[in-house]
C-alpha cells in the first residue's frame, strides 16, 4: 500500500509540474487589453487595441503578459519608493535661528497590482498598497506600521469605444497631475496642489467608491471620463438615518493633438517612446443637504455631531485645466529616446465655508477646502544615451483674502494655509527602461502668509530609490 501510494503522489506532482511547465510556455507578449479577432502569426507582434483604459506604465520595450486563452491574459506588477528625507522643521529657535532637520527612512510606497481579463471586452485591476511605512511620527517619533489597503479594485466592460464602464475603487480624474503614473513623475512626487479636491478626507489616495463612464472619439484622440462617487456621507438625525445627500459627480475631458493617451493613468515621462500635445478639463462638485448636519471638522468637539441642522450649505465645486507635452527630439521612438517634458496646470476650489471655522456663516459641504486658487508648472528633460534626467517645478496654493489674514495665519490642523513649493532635482536610470532609478530632490517650502515671528520657509532634501516591475 505504502509504494502505491508513493507512485500516486509521483504521478500527481508529475501532473503540476506539466500544467506549470505549459502555462509557462504559454506566456509572451499580449496586447494590454481586448484581442484581435484573429490569431497573430508567431513572428508578428500583436497590435494593441485602440482605446484601451487600463493601467498603463511608460516603458521601453514590449509589455509581458502571461497569456492564457485568446481573451484570458493577467499581468502583476510590483512597486517599491524607499525614501530618505531631510525635513527642516518650520520651528523657529529660541536664540532666533531656523529649525534644524528631521531625517526620516522609509517606504513612500510598496505596491503590488495585477490587471487582466477572463472574457472579451471585460477586465479588471486591483492594487495593493503600504503607503509611508516606517515613516516616524512628527510628535512620538513612533515608526508608522505597515497597513495594506486596497487603491484601485474595479471591474470594467467596454460596449464601444465611445462607451466604457467601470465600477468598484477608482481613481478620480480630478487633475491631470494627479491621474500621472507614480513610477514615472516628471519631479520626485505627485504635486502638492493636486491633493487639493482630497483635502476632505473622503477620498483614499485620491480614489472613491463609485461608477465611472469614459469613451474615446476622433480616433481616440478625445476622451471623456463622468463618474458617481461616494464622496462626503452626511450624518444621520432625528428625522432621516445617514446619507440623505447626492454623490460625489466628478468629470474630465482630455484632447490629444498628436499621439492619442488611452491608459487607466496618463502622462510623467514617456521617455521618448511617445509625442504627446493636449489639453485637459476637469468638473468635480457634492453638495450636502440643508436639513442635514454639517460635516468635519463640525462634528467632533466643541461642535455636537448635530452642529449644522437646518442651516445653510453650499456645494463643494472644483475645476482644473491643463495643458501639457512630451516631444521626443528625436521623434517617437519604440526603443526611447531623448526627450522635452512639461505641464502647466490651474486650479480653483470653493468648499462653501463661509466665515471661518470656529464661527461659520454658511457650514459648507467641503469646509477644510478653504476657497483657494492653484498654480503648478513643471518641466523636465530625459537623455537616453546617459542614462539621466533633470527637473523642475514650481506650485502654489493661494487661500482666498475672503477670509481675515488672522485667520489665514493660524489656521487648525488638517486645513492647509497658502504656500508655495518651489523643486530642482535629478534622476538616474540604472537601465534605460525605468525599471531601476534613483532620485535627488531639493526643495523650498514658501509659507506665503506666516506672521514675522514665524519661520518663513523651510528646505527638504529627498533621495529616492524607485524598482518598479511590470
Request: contains cysteine.
Amino acid at each position: 500500500m505504502g509504494s502505491i501510494s508513493k507512485a500516486r503522489r509521483r504521478s500527481c506532482w508529475a501532473s503540476l509540474i506539466a500544467m506549470l511547465a505549459a502555462a509557462a510556455a504559454s506566456a509572451q507578449p499580449a496586447p494590454t487589453g481586448s484581442q484581435t479577432e484573429k490569431p497573430q502569426a508567431p513572428e508578428t507582434a500583436p497590435a494593441r487595441p485602440a482605446g484601451t483604459p487600463l493601467p498603463a506604465v511608460a516603458q521601453i520595450g514590449p509589455a509581458r503578459e502571461i497569456k492564457l486563452a485568446e481573451y484570458t491574459w493577467f499581468r502583476f506588477g510590483a512597486q517599491v519608493q524607499a525614501w530618505f528625507k531631510a525635513a527642516q522643521d518650520r520651528i523657529v529657535q529660541p536664540d532666533g535661528s531656523d529649525g534644524g532637520y528631521a531625517m526620516d527612512f522609509y517606504c513612500r510606497r510598496c505596491r503590488f497590482f495585477t490587471t487582466g481579463s477572463i472574457v472579451k471586452d471585460l477586465y479588471f485591476n486591483v492594487l495593493f498598497e503600504a503607503a509611508n511605512v516606517g515613516k516616524a511620527d512628527p510628535t512620538t517619533g513612533a515608526r508608522t506600521t505597515p497597513v495594506p489597503s486596497i487603491l484601485d479594485a474595479y471591474g470594467q466592460v467596454k460596449f464601444a469605444d465611445a462607451f466604457w464602464l467601470s465600477g468598484g475603487s477608482i481613481l478620480l480624474p480630478l487633475t491631470r497631475n494627479g491621474m500621472q503614473p507614480t513610477t514615472t513623475y516628471v519631479s520626485i512626487d505627485t504635486a502638492n496642489v493636486a491633493t487639493t479636491p482630497a483635502l476632505q478626507g473622503n477620498t483614499i489616495v485620491l480614489r472613491d467608491l463609485g461608477i465611472q463612464a469614459n469613451g474615446f472619439f476622433a480616433e481616440n484622440h478625445v476622451e471623456y471620463r463622468l463618474g458617481v462617487f461616494q464622496g462626503t456621507r452626511q450624518a444621520g438625525m432625528a428625522t432621516q438615518t445617514a446619507s440623505h445627500n447626492g454623490p460625489r459627480i466628478v468629470a474630465m475631458v482630455s484632447a490629444n493633438l498628436w499621439d492619442p493617451e488611452t491608459g487607466y493613468v496618463n502622462g510623467g515621462h514617456y521617455y521618448g517612446t511617445r509625442k504627446v500635445l493636449g489639453v485637459m478639463g476637469n468638473f468635480d462638485y457634492q453638495a450636502l443637504r440643508k436639513s442635514g448636519p454639517a460635516t468635519t471638522p463640525f462634528t467632533t468637539t466643541p461642535f455636537p455631531p448635530t452642529t449644522g441642522t437646518g442651516a445653510d450649505k453650499n456645494a463643494y465645486v472644483g475645476f482644473s485645466g491643463a495643458a501639457f507635452i512630451n516631444y521626443p527630439l528625436a521623434g517617437p521612438n519604440p526603443r526611447g529616446g531623448d526627450e522635452i517634458v512639461g505641464l502647466l496646470q490651474f486650479g480653483y476650489y470653493d468648499g462653501g465655508l463661509g466665515g471661518t471655522l470656529t464661527a461659520p456663516t454658511n457650514f459648507g459641504t467641503y469646509p477644510l477646502v478653504l476657497k483657494q486658487t492653484n498654480y503648478l508648472a513643471e518641466a523636465g528633460y530625459y537623455n537616453h544615451a546617459g542614462h539621466f534626467s533633470v527637473f523642475g517645478k514650481y506650485e502654489t496654493r493661494k487661500i482666498s483674502e475672503d477670509y481675515p489674514l488672522a485667520f489665514r495665519q493660524a489656521l487648525p490642523a488638517g486645513v492647509s494655509p497658502s504656500q508655495t513649493w518651489i523643486a530642482g532635482g535629478l534622476k538616474y536610470y540604472v537601465a534605460p527602461a525605468n525599471i531601476l532609478n534613483f532620485t535627488l530632490q531639493y526643495e523650498r517650502v514658501i509659507n506665503n502668509d506666516a506672521p514675522g515671528t514665524e519661520q518663513g520657509g523651510t528646505n527638504n532634501i529627498t533621495f529616492q530609490m524607485q524598482t518598479i516591475i511590470y
